[in-house]
Structures are given as C-alpha cells and as structure tokens.
C-alpha cells in the first residue's frame, strides 16, 4: 500500500491519540468513501449506459441480426445512441477532475494518479469524438474516413503511454514496443492476408493504420500489465485492474466487428457491436473512480 506522505495525527505529547473536533469530521466525509457528488455522477453515467444499450439492442433487427433502423416502440436514432455515449465519456472526464480537486495535495501517490487519469481521460474525449462522430464528416473528403481512424488511434495511443507511466510501467511500455517493430511486418502481411480489403485500396492509408493498430496493441498490452502488477489500496487495484480487463474485451470486439464489417470473419455474430460499449464505458467508469484515495481512513 502506498504511503501518502501526511503529517502523523499523533498529539503533541507524543500519546498517539487521535484529536478530535472538526478535522476529525473532514476526515471521515473524505476517507475511504468516495464524495457523494461522485456517486451521483455514477448514477448518472448508469442512466446513459441503460438507455444506449437499449437502444443499440432494439435497433439490432430480429431477421438477420444486423444493426439497423428497425420499427420499434423504443425509436432512437443511431446518432442518438452516439450522443448519449459521448455524454458517458464527458461524466467519466467529470468524474476524474473531482477526484483530483477533491485529493488533498500531501496524498503524493493519488494525487498524480488523478492527475494522469484528468490528462488519460482528456485525450479519449477527443478521439471518442472522431471515432463516434468522425464519420459524418466523410461528405468533405473521400479519405476522411482513413484519416479520422488514423487520428482516433494516434491519440488513444498517447491516452494508453499516459495510463503506462502513471502505473509506473516504463520499462514494460519499451519491451512490448519493440516487440511492435519486430512483429509489425508479419502481423501487417497475416492482416492484408485474411482480409483482402487492406491491400486492394488506399494502401497507403491501410498502411499508416496497420503500424497504427500494432502500436495500439503493444500499449494497450502493456497498460494492462503494469495496471495488474501495480500495488495498491485493494479497491484502487480492483478498480484498475478490472477497468484495464473491460477495456481489453471492448478492444476485441472492436476488432472482431470490424472484421465480421470487412468480410474477413463474416460467422461472426453482430452483437458485438453492442459489446464494445458495454464493455467500454464500465472500464472508463472504473478507470475515472480508480485514482481515488481508498486507502486514507486506514492509514491515519
């Protein structure tokens, strides 16, 4: 567990014994529970995360399990469905800076954790942007679509480095870096290989996205590792290591779905494309709560 760095509560004669009075009651609004504000921002990102899931679900058709407009008594439009996603990430943002406001300066360890996740959770908000809004922006550019992937992954790659240094992962992030450069000449070939479409049109793009997709994998790897090897307060580790795990499951069935789209794995079902985000705002939800210092009221 880590050691915060606050002053001793000894008394000044050197008993031992708590004080008491108000700093006492400051304490226990503070220690080990999360504020009741952040707890209410929970609820609310539980609300969002019920109502796109339910519209995901009744837009999914009956017949051939494709996602679609389908008639139903719950009419919510896939833009819609986006902008209540979107909304979720902005909480999971909100989530995060008050933790940080609401760690004292003096608990070192959470305090630069939550400043890592403010700045983790900052980039996502913009590449969620592109990845959910992106596309309707193609009408400017007929390579918009190749670009705005290729910004998404680029800066969820740094989000990803961010996520590394604050468990304290240097050295895994490098090994698992070169691992990237030795494997992504292979991994790019099997890719085009079991799906014609990468190498058929735009190579130059799908080139720029395979080097992209290998990077995203090595670091997202590595976040995952060093999150499940850190040491911490048992809720902060359970909060990350579980988030770390949801975001891997959202990250495969990103990768499925978009094989199952390309041709490549056509048997796959087309449920996971409801997969991604059930897992996905969890894991945020997770990794926003996971900075917060649980830890205090037991060690004063």
Same mark, same amino acid.
């Given at each position: 567990?880590?050691?915060?760095? &606050?002053?001793?509560?000894?008394?000044?004669?050197?008993?031992?014994?708590?004080?008491?009075?108000?700093?006492?009651?400051?304490?226990?609004?503070?220690?080990?529970?999360?504020?009741?504000?952040?707890?209410?921002?929970?609820?609310?990102?539980?609300?969002?995360?019920?109502?796109?899931?339910?519209?995901?679900?009744?837009?999914?058709?009956?017949?051939?399990?494709?996602?679609?407009?389908?008639?139903?008594?719950?009419?919510?439009?896939?833009?819609?469905? &986006?902008?209540?996603?979107?909304?979720?990430?902005?909480?999971?943002?909100?989530?995060?800076?008050?933790?940080?406001?609401?760690? /004292?300066?003096?608990?070192?360890?959470?305090?630069?954790?939550?400043?890592?996740?403010?700045?983790?959770?900052?980039?996502?908000?913009?590449?969620?942007?592109?990845?959910?809004?992106?596309?309707?922006?193609?009408?400017?550019?007929?390579?918009?679509?190749?670009?705005?992937?290729?910004?998404?992954?680029?800066?969820?790659?740094?989000?990803?480095?961010?996520?590394?240094?604050?468990?304290?992962?240097?050295?895994?992030?490098?090994?698992?870096?070169?691992?990237?450069?030795?494997?992504?000449?292979?991994?790019?070939?099997?890719?085009?290989?079991?799906?014609?479409?990468?190498?058929?049109?735009?190579?130059?793009?799908?080139?720029?996205?395979?080097?992209?997709?290998?990077?995203?994998?090595?670091?997202?790897?590595?976040?995952?590792?060093?999150?499940?090897?850190?040491?911490?307060?048992?809720?902060?580790?359970?909060?990350?290591?579980?988030?770390?795990?949801?975001?891997?499951?959202?990250?495969?069935?990103?990768?499925?779905?978009?094989?199952?789209?390309?041709?490549?794995? /056509?048997?796959?079902?087309?449920?996971?494309?409801?997969?991604?985000?059930?897992?996905?705002? /969890?894991?945020?939800?997770?990794?926003?709560?996971?900075?917060?210092?649980?830890?205090?009221?037991?060690?004063?």
């Amino acid at each position: 567990m880590y050691h915060t760095g &606050e002053r001793s509560c000894s008394g000044g004669d050197g008993s031992g014994a708590t004080p008491t009075g108000s700093n006492n009651g400051s304490n226990n609004g503070n220690a080990g529970g999360l504020p009741r504000f952040a707890l209410l921002l929970v609820c609310a990102n539980a609300a969002l995360y019920a109502l796109f899931m339910l519209s995901d679900g009744f837009r999914m058709r009956a017949g051939d399990g494709s996602v679609g407009p389908a008639a139903t008594p719950f009419p919510v439009t896939e833009f819609a469905s &986006e902008c209540l996603k979107y909304a979720g990430i902005c909480v999971c943002l909100a989530i995060a800076l008050l933790v940080l406001r609401r760690t /004292p300066r003096g608990t070192v360890p959470h305090r630069r954790d939550a400043g890592h996740q403010v700045a983790i959770l900052a980039f996502t908000l913009v590449a969620d942007f592109f990845l959910l809004f992106g596309k309707y922006f193609e009408f400017a550019n007929s390579d918009w679509r190749y670009e705005y992937l290729a910004w998404t992954l680029t800066i969820f790659c740094v989000a990803h480095a961010i996520a590394i240094h604050r468990y304290g992962g240097g050295k895994v992030m490098w090994v698992m870096l070169a691992c990237a450069g030795l494997g992504h000449t292979p991994a790019a070939k099997f890719l085009i290989s079991e799906i014609p479409a990468l190498g058929s049109q735009n190579a130059d793009y799908y080139d720029a996205l395979l080097s992209l997709i290998v990077l995203y994998a090595a670091l997202i790897i590595a976040a995952t590792v060093t999150a499940f090897v850190r040491k911490q307060a048992r809720a902060n580790n359970l909060l990350s290591r579980l988030g770390m795990a949801l975001f891997v499951l959202c990250d495969m069935n990103v990768f499925l779905w978009n094989a199952r789209e390309m041709g490549a794995l /056509p048997d796959i079902p087309a449920w996971t494309y409801i997969l991604m985000w059930a897992f996905y705002l /969890p894991a945020q939800t997770m990794l926003a709560l996971s900075a917060w210092d649980f830890g205090r009221g037991r060690q004063r």
